[in-house]
């Protein structure tokens, strides 16, 4: 995803960043109830916050 030609839908920032969300906010599998699963990463508007895109860090462990 590119970063730079984004423009926020909320404030029409063009300034975004990354996050990820990782401990017990995981994916994990439906069907595998022992797996670690995936954290997942977030493209965020650094001005007001709004998520504009959510990927799962390990698409391999499904």
Excluded: H, W
């Amino acid at each position: 995803m590119n970063k730079q030609n984004q423009t926020c839908i909320v404030c029409g920032s063009k300034k975004f960043t990354q996050g990820r969300l990782d401990g017990y906010a995981k994916v994990r599998p439906i069907n595998k109830t022992f797996s670690l699963g995936s954290n997942l990463i977030l493209t965020f508007c650094k001005d007001c916050g709004e998520v504009s895109s959510i990927k799962v860090e390990k698409p391999s462990k499904f």
